[in-house]
């Protein structure tokens, strides 16, 4: 099973109702869970706001692998 979540896409999208500037949509994944959001700025800036996301989701469940770019460290 990999629970490791991954960022799937990111597309520019419309601004939500009453906001301005440019908008991305992104979709990170893993086996179990979709998660479906909005970030607004550059698609380079979203990137890695989305991928600092997924880095902090695979910390924080533990499991996390090479592909997120996190190695967990023998104590």
Not at 44 to 49: F, G
Request: glycine share 10%; with cysteine.
């Amino acid at each position: 099973m990999d629970r490791t979540f991954k960022l799937v896409s990111i597309d520019r999208t419309d601004a939500p109702e009453g906001g301005s500037g440019c908008w991305h949509r992104y979709v990170i994944e893993n086996e179990y869970t979709v998660i479906d959001g909005c970030a607004r700025g550059s698609k380079r800036a979203v990137t890695r706001y989305v991928r600092n996301y997924v880095n902090q989701l695979n910390a924080k469940d533990g499991r996390a692998k090479r592909a997120a770019g996190w190695v967990r460290r023998k104590r």
